[in-house]
């Protein structure tokens, strides 16, 4: 994943991440995975404390879009500093996405389907890649272009995801599949198409890839 020259070194992974979370017992129970899996220090704010946060975020809003409005998440996610790396789990209902548009642009962020019961398991990478200025973008997240048939993977591609998926360089599955190389490059150029990975040059899509499929729907 590439660093942004202008990144803060004080947001590395040695620096606590704070963990605000409209349900305490979530947040508790996500602190307690989180310091498991390498984050010692975790703390579960108030939401009172968040309009100057420094440290690296993970963000649990409501569920529902009518909470969410009620408790002005939306104001609240629009106040964070925009150079605050953050894990934002939540339901693709619930609009997370336009609250953070210019956070997308400027630092690391993650947006997971809450829904997901794998969610949490993944949170510890997620943290980590937006620490070094990644981003992860659960597919659901994007919107539907209405073209559904043309969003789902063909059998080819399948093969292909999971080897991309295990590690593989273009050459190794086009080795392991008896395919060419230029075959296997339009079968990964099209996987992210249809994972919704854009050329940003600040995301490694393999990486991206390989962590979506660890989230199971």
């Keep these: 994943m590439k660093r942004e020259s202008g990144r803060n070194e004080a947001n590395s992974a040695s620096v606590p991440p704070s963990i605000i979370s409209w349900d ?11 310091e498991a899996e390498g984050f010692p220090g975790t ?5 009172h404390d968040t309009t ?12 529902s879009y009518a909470e969410y409005l ?3 998440w939306d104001t609240r996610l629009r106040g964070f500093p925009l150079d605050v790396p953050m894990v934002v789990l939540a339901r693709p209902t619930v609009p997370v996405r336009s609250a953070l548009q210019l956070n997308l642009r400027k630092s690391g962020v993650a947006l997971l389907d809450a829904g997901r019961a794998s969610t949490v398991a993944a949170v ?17 997240f994007i919107p539907s272009t209405g073209a559904n048939e043309d969003s789902e993977l063909t059998p080819a591609e399948l ?5 991309l998926a295990s590690g593989r360089s273009n050459s190794g599955i086009a080795a392991e599949l008896f395919l060419s ?14 994972l919704g990975l854009s050329g940003d040059r600040s995301m490694n899509r393999r990486v991206v890839a390989a962590l979506l499929q660890a989230l199971p729907a």
């Excluded at 200025?133 to 659960?138: E, H, L, M, R």
């Design 24 to 34: 305490p017992l979530a947040g508790e129970l996500l602190r307690g995975h989180l």
């Design 43 to 47: 703390a579960v704010v108030a939401d």
């Design 52 to 63: 100057e946060v420094s440290t690296p975020l993970v963000v649990l809003p409501p569920p």
């Design 70 to 72: 009620g408790g002005a």
């Design 124 to 140: 510890p990478s997620a943290l980590r890649m937006s620490l070094e200025g990644g981003q992860v973008i659960d597919p659901l």
């Design 159 to 163: 093969r292909v995801y999971g080897l």
């Design 181 to 194: 190389e230029r075959t296997v490059e339009v079968h990964v150029r099209k996987i992210f198409a249809k």
